[in-house]
């Protein structure tokens, strides 16, 4: 079993939680239709409305995940100019920043869109709030950059060994 194999595997095992958080939202959708108490919600068309998101959201990573896992760790494992490395003397994709830092990127925005959505779904129970509003930017914000992290990981890469650099060579000196 190869590197990519074992990325692979990951990804489907990835997959196989988004499966589980699937189902796990599903009993906090039935217990969001069964709530009769106003007071614990206060839209539940919005909060319902978004549970139901976060549940189809859950279903479609786990889909993906476990359905085009193959491709997935192949994207992953490409270098920079979309060439294999592991065939190449040079070193294999997982010797270099970039690799780790798309893994990074995916691992937070799956994270994230879940947090994101079920924040939203408590619009309905917490909407005035001002924690709810920072939190939710905060989230948005963390999209945006695990975004960054999967598409631009070279850029990314490049500019976090380049602030190194000079660290390095001022103790070297």
Not at 46 to 60: D, G, N, T
Not at 113 to 138: C, I, N, P, T, Y
Not at 154 to 172: C, D, L, N, S
Request: charged share 15%.
């Amino acid at each position: 079993m190869n590197k990519r194999d074992l990325l692979e595997v990951a990804v489907k095992v990835m997959g196989l939680y988004c499966l589980f958080s699937f189902l796990g939202s599903i009993i906090a959708l039935g217990a969001g239709l069964s709530s009769v108490d106003s007071k614990f919600v206060e839209n539940k068309t919005i909060f319902v409305s978004f549970l139901c998101l976060a549940s189809l959201l859950y279903l479609v990573f786990a889909i993906v995940f476990v359905r085009w896992g193959k491709f997935i760790a192949e994207m992953l494992m490409r270098g920079p100019d979309g060439d294999h490395l592991a065939g190449q003397a040079a070193l294999p994709p997982h010797a270099h920043l970039y690799f780790w830092v798309r893994i990074l990127g995916l691992y937070f925005f799956v994270s994230i869109v879940g947090h994101l959505v079920s924040d939203l779904a408590q619009a309905g129970m917490s909407m005035r709030s001002m924690f709810w509003w920072g939190r939710l930017l905060g989230e948005i914000l963390q999209i945006g950059l695990s975004l960054a992290f999967i598409f631009q990981s070279q850029r990314i890469a490049k500019f976090v060994e380049g602030v190194a650099e000079p660290i390095t060579e001022a103790r070297a000196g």
